[in-house]
């Protein structure tokens, strides 16, 4: 007993919080804990000895979190959507209205399609020029100049 409450409880507090902060924060971390907390209130309502309590918790807490984090991070990953857009990239595009993003001015087609553009590096890019889409940023397209790209 600690201030006259049986351990078993002490290790249901603690138990709760830690399920509480996961519940909050969601980082499949403090799940492990509040299982090794619930392991070491069990422990306690068999009458094991205090130290043991607390091996019983930190063993089985490291050896869940050790063993079984990736496999739930993987179960509970979320799958990116790739849309249309994303196959732009690396696709090279003529400039149909000059690129100046002080400006913030600039217009690729590609695929047929008019699309907004800026430069990766900041400089202008004349029309007609043939650019290479970097990555995508919202709804505009990155470019690079094609004389640029190795």
């Not at 409880?9 to 492990?32: K, Q, S």
């Not at 600039?106 to 047929?112: E, N, T």
């Not at 907004?116 to 650019?131: L, M």
Request: aromatic share 12%; hydrophobic share 50%.
């Amino acid at each position: 007993m600690f201030y006259g409450i049986p351990y078993a409880y002490w290790w249901l507090i603690l138990a709760v919080i830690f399920g509480l902060i996961e519940i909050v924060t969601f980082n499949m971390v403090t799940v492990w804990f509040a299982v090794g907390a619930v392991l070491a209130m069990l422990s306690a309502m068999f009458g094991i000895d205090l130290l043991y309590q607390f091996i019983i918790f930190i063993i089985a807490s490291g050896a869940l979190l050790y063993f079984t984090k990736q496999i739930v991070k993987n179960l509970l990953k979320c799958k990116t959507v790739h849309t249309n857009a994303d196959s732009l990239v690396g696709d090279k595009g003529r400039v149909i209205e000059k690129i100046n993003n002080s400006l913030g001015t600039g217009q690729v087609k590609i695929r047929g399609q008019v699309w907004t553009a800026r430069s990766t590096d900041n400089e202008n890019i004349d029309v007609d020029e043939t650019v290479r889409v970097e990555y995508i940023s919202g709804v505009k397209l990155i470019v690079n100049r094609a004389t640029n790209i190795n």
